[in-house]
């Protein structure tokens, strides 16, 4: 059974500092791996996804790598805002199926 | 982009009742939709996976009388909380694909059961 698990689980820094997410998985047959941001209440808003083929995705600020043998993905922020505060979640899909195995989430706060 | 709607947003509802939670996409057929259920503090749990015109299919420990789906057309499914507990109150987000594609998810419904 695919586990899925993101350190650290919340983190706070100030503004424009840059910032890692990490995130674990411990089956390799992923066919995608993406990255969601959740606010408080709120529904998922996507990132960037990874086909299992790429080493990683950009998007403005955002920068996701993948190295699918070593079961890891890491989220790269540069030059946070209060604006990025909220949980950033990673959710792998298996080779099999088009479910989606979430971790628990990373909870992002950056203060003014 | 692809666009998925949830009614009601939030629902409080006595112990007992039944609750229907739409999930609906808007600008593109689904033929695979998804229901989720998030705890407090707690990752997205799967919860069934539906094909249009199909019995939805669930994941172990989830009980399919208690949670009803029904995915009639390509644009909506159904969720029915029957019997509702205070237990059942959690968050419940939908997603939606086509052609197994990739999943867009709706805002959520908060449901609170007293």
């Known amino acids: 059974k695919q586990e899925v698990t993101q350190i650290p689980a919340a983190l706070s820094v100030p503004e424009g500092e840059n910032l890692v997410l990490n995130c674990s998985f411990t089956d390799s047959a992923i066919y995608n791996l993406q990255w969601f941001r959740q606010d408080p209440g709120k529904g998922l808003t996507s990132l960037l996804l990874?086909?299992?083929?790429?080493r990683e995705q950009t998007s403005g600020r955002l920068n996701a790598s993948l190295d699918k043998s070593s079961g890891r993905s890491t989220l790269y922020i540069a030059a946070s805002q209060p604006g990025d505060s909220a949980t950033y979640l990673c959710?792998?899909?298996?080779?099999?199926?088009?479910?989606?195995?979430f971790g628990k989430g990373t909870s992002l706060l950056v203060t003014p | 982009g692809a666009v998925v709607s949830q009614h009601p947003s939030r629902v409080i509802c006595k112990s007992g009742t039944s609750v229907k939670i739409e999930c609906r996409s808007l600008?593109?057929?689904?033929?695979?939709m998804f229901w989720y259920r998030q705890f407090p503090k707690q990752s997205l749990m799967l919860m069934a996976t539906?094909?249009?015109?199909?019995?939805?299919?669930?994941e172990q420990g989830v009980e399919k009388d208690k949670f009803l789906i029904n995915h009639a057309s390509l644009t909506l499914s159904t969720l029915t909380v029957t019997s509702a507990h205070p237990e059942d109150s959690s968050f419940y987000i939908c997603s939606a694909s086509s052609e197994g594609d990739t999943q867009y998810f709706g805002p959520g419904t908060r449901l609170t059961v007293l």
């Open positions: 539906s094909n249009e015109g199909s019995k939805a299919t669930y």
């Open positions: 990874i086909q299992s083929s790429q």
């Open positions: 959710a792998v899909r298996p080779n099999s199926g088009y479910a989606l195995n």
């Open positions: 600008d593109f057929q689904a033929t695979t």
